[in-house]
């Protein structure tokens, strides 16, 4: 019977486990880029007491065998990288990418981190940085008396100054890949890093060979959605609440078996 205790145990931590994954979701349903994440579960080793196809006489076997499994573990969270809505705005710093990619962002040690946040601000040199400061890389600066400020799909940057009505290059976004963009560590302020499970970045040009477009004036909002989530937090409390009941009745049955005189 302790072993039906233990058992409804690991569930019970399991769904804890995926009750915080999706809680997290449900947090971030505002978060400019954010992917939702979804808990993946194995079973543990089970007890095998008689193993199936063991022989038993001349010319038989054991058609089934006798295996009571342990309980449940949580083996991983993966992400998923579907793109979320694009939301049209009117900021021209405001910039989407609409298909797979991700933005370069220099941090503070002079490492590479990635991102699909698109919000871009500008700093007091005019260039393009985060809203935590992180600049975009390869770098763009727009000058003191940029208007008209506008982005290609294929990530050019442009400008006119001052009285001059031809537009003025700035620079070009580049957007990478990654074989397995599940793989990639986040690190928190919508940004992520290599690792080796990720592979190498892949850096390449919007709008060709696979990779997304740069839309302006949009914003790419959360892939998380609500009814899902929701739905699975109902799972999640009922099979929570079926552990919890093993539980109880484990503890009734030794509390029974203890009263045998």
Not at 2 to 10: G, H, P, S, V
Not at 101 to 126: E, K, P, V
């Amino acid at each position: 019977m302790l072993r039906a205790l233990t058992t409804a145990a690991t569930g019970m931590i399991a769904q804890q486990n995926n009750l915080d994954v999706i809680s997290h979701n449900i947090a971030n349903l505002s978060t400019y880029g954010y992917k939702k994440v979804r808990a993946e579960f194995q079973d543990l080793l089970s007890q095998i007491y008689r193993t199936p196809g063991a022989q038993m006489g001349q010319g038989t076997y054991q058609p089934v065998g006798v295996e009571i499994g342990l309980g449940v573990k949580t083996c991983a969270t993966n992400r998923i990288f579907t793109t979320g809505t694009l939301q049209s705005t009117d900021r021209q710093l405001d910039m989407a990418i609409a298909g797979d990619g991700f933005f370069q962002i220099s941090l503070d040690d002079g490492s590479i981190a990635y991102t699909r946040d698109g919000s871009w601000q500008m700093d007091s040199n005019g260039q393009i940085v985060t809203s935590d400061g992180y600049q975009l890389q390869p770098p763009i600066t727009i000058p003191i008396n940029a208007k008209d400020i506008t982005v290609s799909q294929a990530g050019i940057v442009s400008c006119t100054t001052g009285t001059n009505s031809e537009q003025t290059q700035l620079g070009q976004i580049q957007l990478v890949k990654f074989q397995n963009p599940s793989g990639l560590l986040a690190i928190g302020h919508n940004l992520y890093r290599e690792t080796q499970a990720s592979g190498t970045p892949l850096q390449g040009t919007a709008g060709e060979d696979g990779y997304g477009t740069i839309e302006q004036c949009f914003i790419e909002g959360s892939n998380v959605q609500t009814v899902e989530e929701l739905i699975g937090l109902i799972k999640t409390e009922r099979a929570y609440e079926s552990n919890s009941k093993v539980i109880t009745a484990g503890s009734d049955i030794l509390q029974q078996t203890n009263q045998i005189v």
